[in-house]
């Protein structure tokens, strides 16, 4: 009797170390998506900053590149919470 209650709570340690790796993995997967997409909106600014300073328009690139900037950070900082969301489930 002693042995099979042991075996048990081995094999539950072991199915919770298992739900840590995946839950962790699964973290990492967001973090990296995140970062993907911050990047995404910072390139795009970054273009379209480009393209108005190509036209001569100044202040609209300021303005591009500083809303592309902006929008990253969201991006960073949304799936930051979805990384620690994800850590505590």
Do not use: H, I, P, Y
């Not at 199915?15 to 998506?33: N, R, V, Y």
């Not at 970054?46 to 300073?53: L, M, N």
Request: zero cysteines; a positive charge; proline letters at 0%.
């Amino acid at each position: 009797m002693k042995m099979m209650v042991v075996m048990a709570v081995g094999v539950a340690l072991l199915g919770m170390s298992t739900l840590a790796q995946a839950g962790e993995m699964k973290a990492q997967a967001e973090a990296a998506k995140g970062e993907m997409a911050a990047t995404t909106e910072e390139a795009k600014g970054e273009v379209k900053a480009k393209v108005e300073a190509a036209k001569g328009n100044k202040m609209s690139a300021a303005m591009a590149r500083g809303k592309g900037k902006a929008k990253g950070a969201f991006e960073r900082a949304k799936d930051k919470v979805k990384e620690m969301k994800t850590k505590t489930e």
